[in-house]
């Protein structure tokens, strides 16, 4: 079993930044692909990034704009979602997700463990 637990979010106003952090703990082999995810009010969920376990590879999901960045501390099972220059429209319950595969697109169902998310609220 894997445990996913969100944190950081809150209210920022447009320009600003927040990190967001998924600290994992279970079974390591069924967390070898990391993932953020965003829903936003009334659409459908979305990927963010992923980052492999092993080597910290990342993917970006391209039709997301390049205000985010993924990166790990796998000494402390965290993994952390970077957002800068944040916009009205990055509002939404940020996600963060895991599966067991090395093989690791930004893909929502691949992926089996979820955490409750965080809210991200950003004024303008």
């Known amino acids: 079993q894997v445990q996913l637990v969100e944190s950081g979010g809150g209210s920022v106003q447009a320009g600003g930044s927040l990190r967001l952090s998924c600290t994992a703990s279970?079974?390591?082999?069924?967390?070898?692909?990391m993932a953020w995810f965003r829903q936003a009010p009334g659409k459908e969920r979305e990927a963010i990034a992923t980052?492999?376990?092993?080597?910290?590879?990342?993917q970006d999901n391209p039709s997301v704009t390049g205000r985010f960045t993924i990166s790990q501390d796998i000494t402390r099972d965290i993994v952390y979602l970077q957002g800068n220059n944040l916009q009205a429209e990055d509002t939404g319950r940020y996600y963060c997700?895991?599966?067991?595969?090395?093989?690791?697109?930004?893909?929502?169902?691949?992926?089996?463990?979820w955490g409750q998310g965080t809210q991200v609220t950003v004024s303008s």
């Open positions: 980052i492999r376990h092993n080597d910290d590879s990342t």
């Open positions: 997700a895991a599966h067991g595969s090395y093989l690791c697109p930004p893909n929502e169902a691949d992926f089996r463990y």
């Open positions: 279970g079974n390591a082999g069924r967390r070898v692909c």
